[in-house]
Nanobody, 115 residues
């Protein structure tokens, strides 16, 4: 069974940093585009970043310059380094992959930015 599991969320003060991880199991995702999304309470799920297998990355304007997506194909994992965090970054963060069977989502990890 193909699974994505996020980790690394938590409580951080404004201006702080967190690094989220997304580990894939059940299949290799080294050839897949991997994504990060987030969903804040009462809001729609929002695209944040993507990383293709050949090294292209793209970011939402809301996180460009603050967040960095990376991947380690040997570990079948994708990461999201988040710097200069703001209270409005508070949300559940999800990773996603597009597989032959369709979209695969992780269960999410909570990030709370508060003093």
């Amino acid at each position: 069974q193909v699974q994505l599991v996020e980790s690394g969320g938590g409580l951080v003060q404004p201006g702080g940093s967190l690094r989220l991880s997304c580990a894939a199991s059940g299949s290799s995702f080294s050839g897949n585009t991997m994504y990060w999304y987030r969903q804040a309470p009462g809001k729609e799920r929002e695209f944040l970043a993507l990383s293709t297998s050949f090294g292209y990355t793209n970011y939402a304007d809301s996180v460009k310059g603050r967040f960095t997506i990376s991947r380690d194909n040997a570990k079948n994992s994708v990461y999201l380094q988040m710097n200069s965090l703001k209270p409005e970054d508070t949300a559940v963060y999800y990773c996603k992959a597009i597989a032959s069977t369709g979209e695969i989502w992780g269960q999410g990890t909570q990030v709370t930015v508060s003093s």
